[in-house]
């Protein structure tokens, strides 16, 4: 049998247990989001994707809408969708692990990947008809197609197009990656301009096109909003969140039933909630955060930091008592965080340079990260990026141990 088959045997029973988890667990009715992602898919089925002005919903991107909606026009069983998670979960570990074989031994490269593909707070989410799994493949696609090519000087057009095409599937699935992508261009161009690198040029020409290939959607949203570069309505929400003032609040995101029925919320609630449009609803309440901010930093800080504990390890929640379930829950994040802390004092005390290819994806991810941690976060918003962190810890240990060998 051909080797670069031999890791999807080799990791094939991890596919079962995730068929296992989403048959034996899946939801009898919809949970949470789900139910807006299968109306988003059947708007697109429709020829549409948000209602018209006034009452607009850019809440998400298209992008997984789009995936879903392939099950439904062909009228298949809902638990399609569901057992695609099993799918995507399990080519995230095939993925994470060929990679992983570019930068370090084998030995490491599976323990790095069986712990990807054991990080048992995803699973919560693999019989939902949710946007985690289908990102976590794509992360790990990306991180994938970035290592193998970026140790090459010359791209061929077709592997341009498979890392741009990639990226903004990833943004049309995750918005706001949309905001990373600019902004790591920006970087990438300083960094060309001061060195004049090959691979910068090949990564400026990489997120220009990705640029390019957003246009329909920035376009569309345009002609929804009458604003510049707009993809989401759900931004506003969740910076107000995080911009409370309030003792009894520390930046967990609070949902608009609850803001409507919070004497601390009532005002808001009743001139912006429950009268406005979504456009100057998402207007208004952007205002009103900033304020917030500005009249509270010292809370906005107390509450960001907050945000760092969901975000990393899903603690602490709004009214959450720290129980062993919680601790259970947050253990894996505090693995990959020590682990990170590690590699990267390895990297300083011991001067290991990396790649083009690494580094460019440890901005694009931290910016991504950065980003998320304004508003209120979720942890689901940091596992989505393990499969480069772990490549990232890979690469650093590797090269100390090869040091170690070598008397360096």
């Not at 809370?299 to 602490?316: D, E, Q, S, T």
């Amino acid at each position: 049998m051909k080797t670069k088959y031999k890791p999807y045997l080799l990791f094939l029973p991890l596919l079962l247990l995730y068929v296992f988890i989403i048959i034996f667990f899946k939801p009898d009715e919809y949970v949470g989001d789900e139910s807006r992602y299968i109306m988003f898919a059947h708007n697109l089925l429709n020829g549409y994707f948000s209602p018209p002005p006034p009452e607009i919903n850019l809440w998400n991107g298209p992008g997984y809408p789009a995936l879903i909606a392939i099950p439904l026009f062909f009228n298949l069983p809902e638990i399609i969708m569901r057992l695609m998670n099993a799918l995507w979960l399990y080519l995230a570990v095939v993925l994470s692990y060929n990679t992983l074989l570019y930068v370090t031994n084998k030995k490491s490269s599976l323990v790095l990947s069986l712990f990807l593909s054991l990080y048992y707070p995803v699973y919560t989410f693999l019989p939902l008809i949710l946007t985690e799994t289908f990102t976590l493949f794509l992360t790990a696609l990306i991180s994938y197609i970035f290592v193998k090519l970026g140790r090459k000087i010359h791209l061929y057009p077709v592997q341009y197009l498979q890392l741009s095409i990639s990226l903004a599937i990833l943004v049309y699935t995750k918005v706001i990656f949309a905001y990373v992508v600019p902004v790591i261009l920006f970087i990438i161009l300083i960094l060309y301009i001061k060195n004049r690198s090959p691979f910068y040029k090949n990564y400026m020409i990489i997120f220009s096109l990705t640029m390019l290939f957003l246009l329909p959607y920035t376009y569309y949203t345009y002609t929804l909003t009458r604003q510049v570069y707009y993809w989401s309505n759900a931004g506003s929400l969740s910076l107000y969140t995080m911009s409370t003032p309030y003792a009894d609040e520390n930046g967990a995101f609070m949902t608009p039933i609850y803001l409507v029925n919070s004497p601390n919320h009532k005002k808001e609630a009743d001139s912006i909630i429950n009268k406005m449009t979504a456009i100057p609803m998402d207007q208004s309440l952007k205002k009103i955060a900033l304020q917030n901010i500005k009249k509270h930093p010292d809370k906005f800080l107390k509450n960001w930091i907050a945000n760092l504990g969901r975000l990393f390890i899903n603690y602490p929640q709004f009214n959450q008592k720290l129980t062993i379930k919680v601790i259970i829950k947050a253990l894996p994040g505090l693995i990959i965080l020590l682990l990170l802390f590690i590699s990267f004092y390895i990297r300083i005390k011991h001067k290991i340079i990396l790649p083009e290819s690494i580094l460019i994806l440890c901005r694009f991810f931290f910016i991504y990260l950065t980003f998320s941690s304004l508003f209120s976060a979720y942890l689901r918003m940091f596992f989505i990026t393990i499969p480069f962190w772990l490549i990232l810890i890979g690469y650093i240990l590797n090269n100390v141990t090869a040091q170690v060998k070598t008397g360096k």
